[in-house]
């Protein structure tokens, strides 16, 4: 097998480790409390999803070993392709339409992109440098995830910030390990470990913040957008700090744009998408549980004005039966009754007045036939 080969094959097998990764990370999600959101330490599913995460980062690595750049960063955007089907095999998640058609645009868009960014000679960062691009990411981070926290009640808008800080954390975690990696091609030099202990930090904080971002927002929308914001935020700093450029000049950044713009169109559709079924999920929940209580509050309120109407209080039991037993049909509240020749159970209702008895026992009572006070003598 030749060097590409084995550099596309281990690109692939990568890119299904991220997305297996990411399907745990998301169940583990859903069934974790508010409190352990970040890190679930107590769920072998979470260690399951950082040893894949992990495998799929050495895998990564490998692959641009026997490879070029240019090929294997745009094969890493398959994760998300890969995710959607497996998500629908292995817990039964499906995506619609909307989703999918996301998904192409993100990881169209962000392949297009990488594969126009050129090769440049090795470059590192000097402390300056180093020092800036570490605080600059630890503000975009904060800023992120304090944006996120105040929009809480919008899961799927707080799922992408965070999904968009988790990016930010990689991506900048890739410039500190390129660094690195250019300073020990002379040799390991103890300078170095300020920058490793960043590229901890910054990895840890990436791995919390995806956690984060699949509770209550789907598989889809963060992981297309993690996908999407780590590399180019690589390829932006590549650019501004390394010396790297878009090939074939001016036309090719052109298109490098033409492809953000692809790709964050398709990061629109995953977040609208979600959006949608959330008000929908919402106005069912509203649909189901105020009915009940309307109808109950429109029948007693109808009964204390007719009360009102009769002269009498409306707390006196005589005045509240006669006033119920006189509702007009359209207060009255429908109850289920079996429909003739109907089974018991098919939904058939049947108005009828509204009659509580809970003054006198403390809940529904049918009252019986009144008995003529009237004796009948017998006679022998």
Same mark, same amino acid.
């Given at each position: 097998m030749s060097a590409l080969a084995l550099s596309v094959l281990l690109s692939f097998v990568s890119a299904v480790a991220y997305a297996g990764g990411a399907i745990v990370q998301e169940q583990v &999600?859903?069934?974790?409390?508010?409190?352990?959101?970040?890190?679930?330490? !107590? =769920?072998?599913?979470?260690?399951?999803?950082?040893?894949?995460?992990?495998?799929?980062?050495?895998?990564?690595?490998?692959?641009?070993?026997?490879?070029?750049?240019?090929?294997?960063?745009?094969?890493?955007?398959? +994760?998300?392709?890969?995710?959607?089907?497996?998500?629908?095999?292995?817990?039964?998640?499906?995506?619609?339409? $909307? &989703?999918?058609?996301?998904?192409?645009?993100? $990881?169209?868009?962000?392949?297009?992109?990488?594969? @126009?960014?050129?090769?440049?000679?090795?470059?590192?960062?000097?402390?300056?440098? =180093?020092?800036?691009?570490? @605080?600059? +990411?630890?503000?975009?981070?904060?800023?992120?995830?304090?944006?996120? !926290?105040?929009?809480?009640?919008?899961?799927?808008? =707080?799922?992408?910030?965070?999904?968009?800080a988790s990016g930010v954390a990689f991506g900048m975690s890739s410039v500190f390990t390129k660094t690195?990696?250019?300073?020990?091609?002379?040799?390991?030099?103890? &300078?170095?470990?300020?920058?490793?202990?960043?590229?901890?930090?910054l990895a840890t904080a990436g791995m919390m913040l995806s956690q984060a971002s699949y509770r209550g927002a789907g598989l889809a929308a963060p992981l297309?957008? @993690? +996908?999407?914001?780590?590399?180019?935020?690589?390829?932006?700093?590549?650019?501004?700090?390394?010396?790297?450029?878009? =090939?074939?000049?001016?036309?090719?950044?052109?298109?490098?744009?033409?492809?953000?713009?692809v790709a964050a169109g398709g990061l629109i559709l995953l977040t609208t998408e979600r959006l949608a079924r959330e008000q929908q999920e919402a106005r069912t929940t509203e649909a189901g549980t105020a009915a009940p209580g309307t109808a109950s509050l429109v029948a007693e309120s109808a009964v204390e004005a007719a009360a009102a109407d009769a002269g009498a209080p409306a707390a006196d039991p005589a005045a509240r039966l006669l006033a119920e037993l006189t509702l007009p049909r359209d207060v009255r509240m429908p109850v289920p009754l079996p429909s003739p020749g109907a089974a018991p159970d098919d939904g058939a209702s049947v108005p009828v007045p509204l009659v509580s008895y809970a003054p006198y026992y403390g809940g529904p009572y049918v009252p019986v036939a009144v008995v003529d006070r009237h004796r009948v003598r017998v006679k022998s």
């Open positions: &999600a859903v069934s974790s409390p508010g409190a352990q959101q970040y890190a679930p330490l !107590r =769920r072998p599913g979470w260690w399951a999803a950082v040893a894949l995460n992990g495998l799929g980062g050495l895998l990564h690595v490998v692959a641009l070993a026997y490879g070029p750049l240019s090929l294997v960063q745009p094969l890493g955007a398959l +994760t998300i392709v890969f995710a959607l089907p497996m998500a629908a095999l292995f817990v039964g998640r499906r995506a619609g339409a $909307t &989703a999918w058609r996301g998904a192409i645009m993100a $990881t169209v868009g962000l392949a297009g992109l990488l594969s @126009l960014v050129g090769a440049s000679d090795a470059q590192s960062l000097d402390t300056a440098q =180093r020092v800036a691009a570490a @605080l600059g +990411t630890a503000a975009a981070v904060v800023a992120l995830m304090l944006a996120a !926290r105040a929009v809480h009640r919008h899961p799927a808008v =707080r799922s992408i910030l965070l999904a968009t690195v990696a250019v300073d020990w091609t002379g040799g390991v030099s103890a &300078a170095d470990l300020p920058s490793l202990a960043v590229i901890g930090v297309a957008t @993690l +996908t999407v914001v780590n590399p180019v935020v690589a390829a932006a700093v590549g650019i501004t700090m390394f010396g790297e450029t878009f =090939r074939y000049g001016t036309t090719g950044t052109a298109l490098a744009l033409s492809c953000a713009v």
